[in-house]
């Protein structure tokens, strides 16, 4: 079983739509956990840290399930610019950074 | 306020040739990380170091690879006698010292150099 799992998608969504990823962890001692979004070729960019009792930064909420061992993302009102992997992180011991393999997105005009 | 560094951004190798690559982080901070992306896979961990020190290496390839983060200077990731699986980017991570009773520090990636072996 993976660390870190995703549904690699595509998620195909018209502008404005709200979509929602999901990622499960099998650690259940992972205490930090973090969405970083990545553009083709580029490198990741931290989009948002998760908190126990979620979080919320503009359109994106984030949750955490620690019951469950999962991860939420939700973008509501999905822009063009949206389009990207968004990569579940889990960080495991001594920091290191355990991901998943991303959820496509891509946003239709 | 300049981001994490890294250079080459492209390199290009013949097999059994060496590669260094090299990272330099953010200002303020003292940790580095070393993160492998193989074409159409996920990120992958390859090393952390602080100045000096090798801290986590799991992640490492037992053979031809090796890091330093030297006090002086970038740290320097190291690929000796390159083969055609190296062909990947090689993304490089730094975070800050964790405040006192503060466990969580993000990191940040540097553009990434990608290596090529021809």
């Known amino acids: 079983r993976k660390e870190v799992e995703q549904d690699p998608g595509p998620f195909n969504v018209p502008e404005g739509a709200t979509v929602a990823f999901n990622c499960t962890y099998s650690?259940?001692?992972?205490?930090?956990f973090f969405w970083y979004r990545q553009d083709c070729r580029k490198e990741p960019k931290l989009l948002m840290s998760?908190?126990?009792s979620g979080n919320e930064d503009g359109r994106f909420t984030a949750q955490l399930n620690r019951a469950s061992q999962y991860i939420s993302l939700l973008i509501r009102d999905s822009k063009l610019s949206d389009s990207a992997t968004y990569l579940c992180v889990v960080r495991g011991a001594t920091n290191k950074l355990i991901f998943g393999t991303g959820t496509l997105l891509a946003v239709q005009p | 306020n300049a981001g994490v560094m890294q250079n080459p951004r492209h390199l290009v190798r013949r097999r059994g040739q060496e590669a260094r690559l090299r990272c330099s982080p953010m200002k303020g901070h003292s940790h580095v990380y070393w993160y492998r992306q193989l074409p159409e896979e996920g990120l992958k961990f390859m090393v952390y170091l602080q100045k000096e020190n090798i801290i986590d290496e799991s992640g490492m390839p037992k053979e031809r690879f090796s890091a330093e983060f030297p006090k002086e200077g970038p740290s320097i990731l190291r690929i000796q006698q390159v083969v055609r699986g190296d062909s990947a980017a090689y993304f490089c991570?730094?975070?800050?010292?964790?405040?006192?009773?503060?466990?969580?520090?993000?990191?940040?990636f540097g553009p990434g150099t990608r290596l090529t072996v021809t």
């Open positions: 991570a730094s975070s800050p010292e964790a405040s006192a009773g503060f466990t969580t520090y993000e990191q940040y």
């Open positions: 998760v908190y126990s």
């Open positions: 650690n259940s001692a992972s205490q930090s």
